[in-house]
């Protein structure tokens, strides 16, 4: 059996302690030292892991000999430091997303570990869903036909961050599901945003990808919503899918709808027909995505792999985002993508 994993967690806000519960419950892992700037956040945290030691420093948690890898639950804007020294340090990283705040950081951190033959994940969570997971299979059966159209939703009353816009914040984890599902970079993108509460800070936008054959892709993210809605239409040409990830009992649903096209040969006289057939939903496990994702990570250090939402996966992100906050301040105007 390979030696169990030790990993360093830096940050124990909301996300962190839940990085600690669960590679301390996968089996091939530990987590050794934690580091959190609030004494408070460690305190609570040692109530239930009394083994755990603790530090204000993130450096000495990258520099700890018996820390192998690290986990980064920190601010955006420090993601691109602590993992480049974590990755010079010959410490394998986790990063929660996205990845960095600039395309040419993400490039470095990619290229950093592709060097030092370290593994480099993002916190992509939601590709590690069964639901996601589940979605995935159907797209790639072929069931749905060609993809025509991606709607996905992700708006609530939510927390307002104060050094990223809602793009920043809510729309990586759609972004990476598309770019799980479909398997290409888009070949441009369109954004709107708007400001309300905070200066500069767009906390309502709207995002079109256009990734060519046919197939764009709209996503809608929003602080202000009063209503909390996380939804995804996929939409075939032979069936369409809807991804609640709200609806506990019908996470996916199926449809047999759509158009048929009997063309003769003038064009104009084309007839369009309508079918309309069963929905079915599949069921769907309740396995916890953070806990895959990190024993997908543990596995990939262990057996020197590339994780699901490896750092390439996280640049694409990153290069959307960017790519995203230019549209903005160009009133919408389209920004092309270079694979």
Known sequence: MSKPVRIGVVGLGYWGPNLVRNFRSIEGATVPIC????????????????DLDFTTS???????????AVALATPVNTH?????????????VL???????????????VELADLKGLTLAVD???????????????????????????????????????????????????LSIVDYLVGRMPRSVSAFGSVHAKKDIEDVAYLNLDF?????????????SPVKVRSMIIGGSEQSLIYNDLDSSERIKVYDRGISTDSDEEKHKSLISYRTGDMYSPNVSHDEP?????????????????PVADGRAGLRVVKILEA?????????????LQD
Request: charged letters at 25%.
């Open 80 to 92: 691109y430091e602590l993992a480049r020294i974590a990755l010079n340090a010959g410490k394998s």
């Open 58 to 68: 993130a450096k000495e948690v990258i520099e700890h000999r018996d820390v192998d």
């Open 35 to 50: 580091c959190d700037l609030d004494l408070s956040r460690f305190q609570r945290l040692n109530a239930q892991y009394s």
């Open 212 to 224: 060519g054959e046919g197939l764009i892709a709209n996503f809608h993210v929003n602080w202000l």
């Open 95 to 109: 990063v929660e997303k996205p990845l960095s705040l600039r395309v040419e950081e993400s490039e470095e951190l």
């Open 124 to 174: 992509h969570v939601f590709v590690y869903s069964p639901a996601v997971r589940q979605v995935k299979q159907i797209v790639d059966s072929g069931r749905l036909g060609k993809l025509f159209f991606i709607d996905s939703v992700r708006i609530n009353l939510g927390l307002f961050q104060h050094d990223v816009n809602v793009i920043w914040d809510l729309a990586p984890h759609d």
């Open 324 to 336: 995203a906050q230019r549209s903005i301040k160009a009133q919408g105007g389209r920004v092309i």
């Open 290 to 306: 953070l806990r895959l994702m990190a024993a997908d990570f543990v596995r990939c250090i262990q057996q020197q792999k590339r």
